[in-house]
Nanobody, 126 residues
C-alpha cells in the first residue's frame, strides 16, 4: 500500500503556470501507475493526466492536452503535474491517485485507482 500527499496548490491568475507535487510513502512506488484528477464543486471527478510505472507512457484528456504535463521521479517517490496557460475553468481540488500496475497501460477512470491523496486547492482568477 501507499500513502499520498499533494502540495503546491494556490491562487494564480489566468494564463499563469503552477506546479503540483504528490509525495508517496512506501517501498514499491516504482510499481504503481499514477494519475491526477480534479473536482470542482457540484461536478464529477475528472481525469487530467496519468503516467505508467516507469514514466514512458503518459495520457491526457483533450481539456488539458498541450497545457498540462505529468512526470515522475521514482528515486524521490514523487509525481508532478505542471500546469501552463491556466484558465478559470481549471479551478478545482486536484488529487493524485495510485494503482499497482506494471504495464504500458495508464488507467483513466477513478474506479481503476486504489489509493488517493487528500487533494490540494487550485484557484485560477479571471
Amino acid at each position: 500500500q501507499v500513502q499520498l500527499v499533494e502540495s503546491g496548490g494556490e491562487l494564480v491568475q489566468a494564463g499563469g503556470s503552477l506546479g503540483l507535487s504528490c509525495a508517496a510513502s512506501g517501498r514499491t512506488f516504482s510499481s504503481y501507475a499514477m494519475g491526477w484528477f480534479r473536482q470542482a464543486p457540484g461536478k464529477e471527478r475528472e481525469f487530467v493526466g496519468g503516467v505508467n510505472w516507469n514514466g514512458f507512457s503518459t495520457v491526457y484528456p483533450n481539456s488539458v492536452k498541450g497545457r498540462f504535463t505529468i512526470s515522475r521521479d521514482n528515486a524521490k517517490n514523487t509525481v508532478y503535474l505542471q500546469m501552463n496557460s491556466l484558465k478559470p475553468e481549471d479551478t478545482a481540488v486536484y488529487t493524485c491517485a495510485a494503482r499497482r500496475l506494471i504495464s504500458d497501460y495508464v488507467p483513466r477512470e477513478p474506479r481503476d485507482y486504489n489509493f488517493w491523496g487528500q487533494g490540494t486547492q487550485v484557484t485560477v482568477s479571471s
